[in-house]
């Protein structure tokens, strides 16, 4: 369109000026509708394929890995959105039952940023199958792109029994058709020895299990669709979480965790099994005995839209537990701070956490709890408590605390 219009404009530019006189106010109408009903039919074209490609289920995004596209820059971004919709209300209540709390300190986050779109990822090894990046809409994937088994493994800073007493696993990942499965081995398949017994945890749309100690079936769903999958041991209990929903509860696993492989395959070819947005984590004390030690918990927990501060469903783990420590403890005060990682402008990043803090508040109001228990402060990126040369240490700097007051 811009190319017409620039035409247009070149036109009228080179005409001689002897062609400046009554007759030229028809050449020039001329020229006008002729570039008008040019860029009607572009128009028209535009609308025509949008139409076809929802038809077809083609829209950007809508269950289509895009194998010759780069992800977006957000990095780059520098608009900040912070419009809370009621769509977003209605999807945090639906998680207000949640309990999954990840963490404190990460020890492998793996966002994908700066991956080369159909390279191996490079914090991963591979034990068998083809994985490789690929782009979803505008954000880099991990795909098991066979369907014949893939299984990775991440690679971790530490050798040996990396995994703590006390740790949690996360990960977003797509289900393409009834059939798309997962499975997450509790050791590393490619350089640690086998436990006796570790069960395998197998995630599906319609079932999830532990081997050896049952499952929980599932409501089927429209596909394709994401959702996202949380795990935490303690000491001996295993929890498995699909989405808000709390589908395993093993007191005892019997099993000491020592690592992590995840397996996945297409089901039928291009039916695209993907994850993205893996995150572990060292586990931490009960959310009062911290306030109790230190004056405030700081949570890694809580997370946002990027670049936004509209609050992830899965943030309601630890904003729930909150509201209920606080309404056992009336006379608990919290100012809310939130924290960003160094990357962006710096005056973009105060604003950001701020508005991030409000809307934790906002959260905890909305159940319950009265607003002038609280007070807000956003201190963007000027008090890292990690470096932010990798990415584990951006995860740990991004961060919201509750310091009593």
């Known amino acids: 369109m811009k190319k017409l219009f620039f035409l247009l404009a070149a036109l009228l530019f080179i005409l001689p000026q002897t062609l400046i006189h009554p007759q030229f106010g028809i050449l020039k109408k001329k020229i006008k509708k002729k570039v008008e009903n040019k860029v009607e039919r572009k128009v028209d074209k535009e609308i025509d394929k949008t139409i076809d490609d929802a038809l077809d289920g083609n829209t950007k995004g809508e ?35 949640y309990d999954f709390v990840p963490g404190d300190e990460i ?14 990822p490079s914090r991963w090894d591979l034990l068998q199958g083809n994985v490789e990046i690929a782009v979803y809409g505008d954000e880099n994937v991990i795909n098991f792109a066979s369907v014949q088994p893939c299984s990775i493994v991440p690679l971790m800073k530490e050798e040996g029994d990396y995994l703590p007493e006390k740790f949690t696993i996360e990960f977003d990942a797509y289900f393409s058709e009834f ?28 079932h999830v299990g532990v081997e050896s100690f049952g499952g929980t079936n599932l409501a089927d769903r429209d596909y394709p669709f994401w959702e996202h999958i949380s795990i935490s ?63 405030k918990f700081v949570t890694r927990g809580i997370l946002f839209d990027v670049n936004k501060a509209t609050l992830k469903p899965e943030s309601m783990g630890v904003i729930n537990k909150v509201a209920k420590l606080m309404k056992k403890h009336p006379e608990l005060n919290f100012s809310i701070e939130g924290h960003t990682d160094s990357d962006g402008d710096d005056a973009m990043n105060l604003q950001l956490s701020e508005q991030r803090a409000e809307s934790v ?6 159940l319950g709890i009265d607003a002038s228990h609280f007070k807000v402060k956003g201190l963007g990126e000027s008090k890292p408590v990690d470096s932010n040369a990798n990415p584990e240490g951006k995860a740990n700097n991004r961060r919201v605390e509750f310091v009593k007051f």
């Not at 020890?107 to 191996?120: A, C, K, M, P, Q």
């Not at 798309?180 to 319609?206: A, C, N």
């Not at 929903?245 to 099993?255: F, G, H």
Request: with cysteine.
């Open 63 to 97: 269950g289509k890995v895009e194998p010759g596209k780069k992800a977006a820059d957000t990095k780059s971004e520098q608009k900040i959105e912070t419009e809370t919709t009621e769509e977003n209300t209605a999807l945090l209540k639906a998680w207000s039952k």
């Open 107 to 120: 020890i492998f986050y793996d966002d994908l940023i700066d991956e080369e779109n159909g390279e191996f």
């Open 179 to 206: 059939c798309t499965r997962y499975y997450v081995e509790l050791y590393d398949m490619i350089s640690q020895k086998p436990p006796k017994t570790i069960p395998r945890i197998s995630i599906d749309p319609t």
């Open 233 to 295: 041991f303690n000491t001996r209990a295993l929890k498995v979480y699909f989405g808000e929903q709390r589908v395993s509860n093993i007191p005892n696993l019997r099993a000491e965790p020592i690592g992590i492989t995840i397996s996945s395959r297409q089901c039928h070819k291009d039916n695209q099994a993907l994850i993205k947005n893996i995150r572990v984590a060292k586990g931490s004390k009960k959310l009062y005995d911290r306030i109790m030690t230190d004056g």
């Open 361 to 366: 508040k906002l959260a905890l109001v909305n």
